[in-house]
């Protein structure tokens, strides 16, 4: 039994155990936190891979283009794919130079999307 006085506490041989008792079951509780940390990191991994999909854009459909890449319509991606015709793209600069309507903020929003190998 634990039993105050003042401020010193008393135990006896059982209020021991006890407190082992609950140390173990504060350590089981860190180790399950941990292991949800890692479940949680894992798990975004995964998702921020498909949130994130990568569009070749010397070899992508206009309909693949359209869609995948933000600020950019039927239009912009038909003058895309006039243009990388012409000559393949090397860069996001490249994109922005060639392609009329693009501009910087487009660059922005896309940088992270846009790959440029060759065919």
Known sequence: MIRCTGFLL???QSDDAAIRGLAGVVEMKRELL?????ILALTL?????????????NTA???????????????????????????PFTSIEDVDKRVKGW???????????????EK
């Not at 995964?46 to 070749?56: E, P, R, Y």
């Not at 693949?64 to 000559?87: F, H, N, P, Q, Y």
């Not at 501009?103 to 190998?117: C, L």
């Open 45 to 57: 991994v995964m998702f921020s891979s498909l949130g994130w999909a990568s569009v070749n854009i």
């Open 61 to 87: 459909d206009a309909k693949t283009i359209a869609k995948e890449l933000d600020g950019v319509g039927d239009a912009m991606a038909s003058v895309i794919i006039k243009e990388r015709e012409k000559a």
């Open 34 to 38: 941990s292991i949800r940390r890692w």
């Open 103 to 117: 501009g910087k903020k487009t660059s922005e929003k896309n940088k992270d999307k846009i790959k440029f190998a």
């Open 10 to 12: 008393l135990f006896d």
